[in-house]
């Protein structure tokens, strides 16, 4: 017996999938409207001209923030389940969550007196 003929739905169904994305893009690109003008054609589609070079040099402080928030929310995430199951741990658990919480907190405050949380 060929070992084939146990997948044959798994065989139809990978077909199916491939090809649907190829008819998706195949149908969108035949119903949509071609109006390429000159504003279509420019950088923004806004019509307003752009001014300045596209490449401008970023603040690090913006970085800084985002990755601070980052932290706090990872942390937040890792968090609620040790809340929710709070009554069933032990002491123990109670310290590796003190612990936890301590890490990001050190962190901030290096932060902080590093003047990385300074928006001037």
Do not use: C, H
């Not at 019509?47 to 596209?54: K, L, S, T, V």
């Not at 069933?88 to 612990?99: C, Q, R, T």
Request: hydrophobic share 50%; charged share 15%; net charge negative.
């Amino acid at each position: 017996m060929i070992q084939s003929q146990k997948y044959e739905y798994f065989w139809i169904f990978l077909l199916i999938i491939s090809s649907l994305p190829i008819i998706i893009f195949s149908v969108s690109k035949l119903i949509t409207p071609e109006n390429e003008g000159p504003e279509k054609l420019t950088s923004y589609e806004s019509g307003i001209e752009p001014i300045g070079e596209a490449y401008i040099q970023f603040q690090i402080r913006y970085y800084m923030f985002a990755l601070v928030f980052a932290i706090f929310d990872v942390e937040t995430v890792f968090l609620y389940p040790w809340a929710m199951s709070f009554y069933d741990f032990g002491v123990l658990s109670f310290i590796e969550a003190l612990i936890f919480i301590l890490i990001p907190i050190v962190g901030s405050i290096y932060a902080w007196q590093k003047g990385a949380l300074e928006w001037s």
